[in-house]
């Protein structure tokens, strides 16, 4: 008698992602090369799909509670970039493969709703993208950031956003409806506007004024957006006439608000970054030695930076209701995600 063929099952599950602390096992036992489900794309990264089992991530020290970051790791290599110290969990290096290996949560934006239904839901202000861009260019595939702000428009949470992405643009709707609802705040990074700056040390990133354009977009979608000039690196971007370029441009583009924040190096970020100079500036590497004994620079320094900034925003009438963002001190306790310390 003739077998027929196994009918194909009812519902077609699709492929079984690793969890995130499955990942994280295997690379700690295998080494990130074996990762071979990662998908390489045109842009040379990896991109590793895996599942979550939160989205919501609490965190203490910060103007806010809970932090939401549907992407691990950032195209944008940015060299000073502070989220390069969490890939020790993952034991990942904080170099090439922060940049090179992203990982995507398939299932955030579920879970977010999820989370965001239970009761005790207070609807807290949020902040997406502390960690790791949420507009780098493979949202434009995925969508999980869009799907991730209709969820907090069906939960009425309010939300800040950084980003260095100009493909925020395409959400104006959603934010503009986030600020009915809610409350939405966009803080576009914007530290130099000075190209020989961005191309050394934002490798992967749009290009300022194009970012200057997307805060332009938004402001006239109606939506609070401003500019995080962070951070300020110490002989890239403190010259005077570059800051004055950067302050200028804010404000002819508009901006609500601005902010600024010296430049700050810890684990494994320092270590990337002290690197990157010695291979591409190694004249700098003795003086940042001696300015960054710790993770700050000396309070001397950062006290005549932010005198000047001060300065240039009075020259340029840039809204002085924005707060300008404090310097962190040596002293200070280590906060669980740290960049920007502002005001939503």
């Known amino acids: ?106 299932n955030f934006p579920e879970v977010l709703r999820g989370e965001i239904d239970k009761p005790s839901w207070t609807r807290e202000t949020v902040a997406l993208g502390t960690a790791t861009d949420p507009y780098q260019p493979i949202e434009g595939h995925y969508k999980l950031t869009r799907r991730t702000l209709e969820v907090l428009i069906a939960g009425r949470t309010p939300v800040g956003i950084v980003t260095k992405g100009p493909m925020i643009v395409r959400d104006a709707d959603l934010l503009a409806e986030l600020s009915r609802v809610a409350r939405c705040t966009v803080c576009m990074s914007v530290p130099t506007v000075d190209e020989e700056a961005w191309r050394a040390l934002e490798p992967g990133t749009a290009h300022p004024l194009q970012r200057l354009r997307a805060v332009r977009t938004l402001r006239n979608a109606g939506i609070n957006a401003g500019v995080l000039m962070a951070p300020i690196v110490p002989g890239f971007t403190t010259q005077t006439s570059k800051l004055e370029a950067t302050i200028k441009a804010v404000a002819e583009h508009g901006a609500a608000f601005m902010g600024a924040n010296v430049l ?81």
């Not at 809970?66 to 989220?83: I, S």
């Open 264 to 344: 700050y190096l810890k684990g494994g970020t320092k270590d990337h970054f002290m690197g990157f100079l010695a291979h591409a500036y190694p004249q700098m590497v003795e003086s940042y030695q001696r300015l960054y004994p710790g993770a700050y620079a000396s309070q001397e320094y950062a006290s005549t930076v932010r005198a000047l900034i001060d300065m240039l925003q009075e020259r340029h009438a840039v809204n002085r209701k924005a707060r300008r963002v404090a310097v962190s001190e040596p002293n200070e306790p280590p906060h669980e995600e740290e960049q920007t310390e502002f005001s939503w």
């Open 1 to 106: 008698m003739e077998l027929l063929p196994l009918a194909p099952p009812l519902f077609d599950l699709g492929p079984v992602r690793p969890t995130t602390r499955a990942i994280a096992l295997q690379v700690r036992e295998r080494g990130a090369v074996s990762l071979d489900q990662a998908q390489r794309r045109a842009d040379d990264a990896r991109y590793q799909e895996i599942t979550c089992r939160s989205a919501l991530n609490p965190v203490q020290g910060m103007p806010f509670n809970w932090t939401l970051n549907p992407y691990r790791g950032c195209t944008h290599g940015c060299h000073y970039c502070f989220a390069r110290r969490y890939q020790n969990q993952f034991e990942l290096g904080p170099g090439d493969e922060f940049s090179s290996l992203i990982f995507v949560k398939m």
